[in-house]
């Protein structure tokens, strides 16, 4: 065993930050590392061999843009850094710990938070249409509202729409209480949270019925041309591909779109395919369209999500 190496943080906050809930940070970091880490007070012991020692103090030096300053660490970071380290991508590991996409009403900085995700930002800034492809937790339709949000407050599009296909998993829109449009809410209310973490919902409904947010189902797009807009079509697996080539064709001058969907979580009936699947194949190697995957290591939600995801992807290998 080597001697022990002392890292002393500058605050108890830092602290705290680089530990996480129940030290669930240092534990994530022993794992990946094979380094015993005890935090007491300020002062971070790490103890192991020399390698394991040097690999996580390398570790930690690469989260020090967030613990430094008392910024919450999470296991996707830890993961993302090892990543980084282990390819010879320090540099854009700071790149994109430094690039702030927004902030919310309560002050979090929201950034992506693995190369991939970073990938997804960068074509959604620079395509027209792009999709998004990947399982629940990746932030497929999170971090395109934000960037969407922040456009339309940045005034670079007139109106923002959100958009989803009206289909149901295991139940029917005939036995929801209320009008089309009380029961088409459910449907699209991942879209409403997002936007809640960026706008007063006080504000929001003066901004739908002025039409600059509109959130509506798929079948509301049709004949319509959207112009100088930011679209978001959510849950895309459950479009029909009549459907997914209609909502495209509405793409209009000054626009941007993105498509997000899981082809895993299909709920289309039997046979009948996805319009999500169809338009991979039709148009990946259209100039202008960006095709982005995320997968399980994407996944920044409660670190159970990942391994939920995990296992129903062993469970249908076989």
Known sequence: MAEPLIIQLPSIESAIALAGEREENLKTLMQQ???????????????????????????????????SQGKPVTGVDILTARHALDTQRQSDLQDMQQDVLARTRRGEEIRAKTFRQRQYIQAVRSHDLTFCIGPAGTGKTFLAAVLAVQALLDNQYERLILTRPAVEAGEKLGFLPGDLQQKVNPYL???????????????????????????????????????????ILDEAQNTTPAQMKMILTRLGFRSRMVVTGDLTQTDLPPNQPSGLAIAEKILHSVE??????LSKADVIRHPLVQRIVAAYEQHEKG
Not at 197 to 207: Q, R, T, V
Not at 288 to 293: R, Y
């Open 288 to 293: 202008g369209i960006a095709f982005c995957h």
């Open 33 to 67: 590392t094979g380094a015993r880490l005890v935090l007491r007070g300020q002062d971070l012991l790490i103890s192991g061999t020399d390698n394991q020692i040097d690999l996580s103090s390398r570790l930690v030096r690469a989260l020090e843009d967030f613990w």
């Open 189 to 231: 209310r991942p879209l409403y949270d997002a936007l809640y973490e960026f706008i007063d919902p006080e504000k929001i409904p003066g901004l739908m019925e002025r039409g600059v947010i509109e959130v509506a189902p798929i079948a509301y797009m049709r004949g319509r041309t959207l112009n100088n807009s930011f679209v």
